[in-house]
């Protein structure tokens, strides 16, 4: 494993795979992702699916926009995403009647009914990062911070 030497301040980028912060949230990324895989198969939802239902237990209804910015996603990937939520019978969609341009989602009683075989996930993630709870508590606060920080300025300038 090649890194490039780094000396105190600011961090320096190179070409060396091993150096990409990127990769290495990639690969976090992913292997967490697949931590969750065999729970939520046992659910009938994938994780993104899962993101959603999370939403929506801790919010009630929402409407798409809402959705997207929650999960930071765009209406391409959201769209199809609660197609199949719904073709699965845990949420329904519908036109709002003070805006039919607008979208709201709900969760069905299977959709209601999901939350309380999925009540063990979380522990069961938090336990495999092997992690006390204050390095838990900042390095997601770090991980918000970074996605803060390079996630682009809204089309208005501001952040």
């Known amino acids: 494993m090649k890194t490039a030497r780094t000396s105190p301040g600011k961090a320096r980028g190179s070409l060396l795979l091993d ?23 046992q659910l009938g939802v994938t994780y993104p699916q899962y993101l959603v239902m999370l939403v929506l237990w801790e919010n009630g209804a929402a409407t798409i926009k809402r959705l ?7 209406y391409g990937t959201l769209s199809p995403l609660l197609k199949r939520l719904a073709a699965a019978g845990l949420v329904e969609r519908h036109r709002r009647d003070e805006d039919e341009r607008s979208v709201e989602i709900t969760l069905t009683p299977a959709g ?16 495999a990062y092997k992690l ?5 508590h900042d390095l997601r606060n770090e991980l918000r911070q970074l996605a803060k920080s390079v996630r682009p300025p809204d089309a208005d300038g501001t952040e």
């Open 19 to 41: 150096d990409q912060l990127c990769f290495a949230l990639y690969a976090a990324s992913r292997a967490v992702t697949q931590r969750y895989r065999p729970l939520l198969e």
């Open 112 to 127: 209601e009914e999901l939350k309380e075989r999925a009540s063990a996930i979380p522990q069961l993630i938090v336990d």
């Open 132 to 136: 006390d709870a204050d390095r838990f």
């Open 68 to 74: 997207a910015d929650e999960l930071q996603l765009d």
